[in-house]
């Protein structure tokens, strides 16, 4: 819908902003880390990775994300399918 309403500048205008206040918030004095991060080894990230898969929740979270993203997929070429009809907005595309 922003793009119907301002064009593709706009876009990148609205998204340019949000990083600037984004980067703003987190350079900002309250948001540095406390403590130091230490480096990791593969044997701890491999440890992690086996405490976070404990929890059955997490098996579901991640097998969602995972449908989710693979059934996405061919909505992002509703907007070539809308070119194609001789239909330029993109609102209708992301509706």
Do not use: E, H, Q
Not at 21 to 42: D, E, Q
């Amino acid at each position: 819908m922003i793009g119907d309403l301002l064009g593709w500048r706009g876009v990148f205008a609205i998204l340019g902003l949000f990083g600037l206040i984004v980067t703003i918030a987190a350079s900002s004095p309250c948001a540095r880390l406390t403590r130091p991060r230490r480096v990791s080894t593969g044997l701890a990230v491999v440890a992690n990775f086996r405490s976070i898969f404990a929890d059955p929740r997490a098996k579901v979270c991640f097998i969602s994300v995972f449908l989710r993203g693979s059934s996405s997929t061919p909505v992002s070429y509703v907007a070539l399918l809308c070119l194609r009809r001789r239909d330029p907005r993109a609102s209708i595309a992301g509706l």
